[in-house]
């Protein structure tokens, strides 16, 4: 079982970043690929980075790619994504997840933080 609680959220300006981080209980270091998706309102949760189980690989949207960075910090358990470049389309909730395996498909993750929203002022 895998308890998982964002932080980091909040608002800025458009061009201006933030950091956001999902504390772990539980170990997850080579237990399970960690990943980022957002919702905003009206729109189907997607897929943002994700970090292999040993943080050899990452993936990202293609929206994000060069902007996000996704690491994992695991002396501490956690997983962090630095969000630079903000843009007002970047708003949403966004949520960290776990599973067993890598997908895009936020139907195949098994365990789920309460999310942190992200606004972002143009």
């Known amino acids: 079982q895998v308890q998982l609680v964002e932080s980091g959220g909040g608002l800025v300006q458009a061009g201006g970043s933030l950091r956001l981080s999902c504390a772990a209980s539980?170990?997850?270091?080579?237990?399970?690929?960690m990943s980022w998706f957002r919702q905003a309102p009206g729109k189907e949760r997607e897929f943002v980075a994700a970090?292999?189980?040993?943080?050899?690989?990452?993936y990202y949207a293609d929206s994000v790619t060069g902007r996000f960075t996704i690491s994992r910090d695991n002396a501490k358990n956690q997983v962090l994504l630095q969000m630079n470049s903000l843009k007002p389309e970047d708003a949403a909730v966004y949520y960290c997840a776990a599973s067993s395996l890598y997908s895009r498909d936020y139907r195949r993750y098994d365990y789920w933080g309460q999310g942190t929203q992200v606004t972002v002022s143009s």
């Open positions: 970090v292999s189980k040993f943080s050899a690989i990452t």
């Open positions: 539980g170990r997850i270091l080579g237990t399970y690929v």
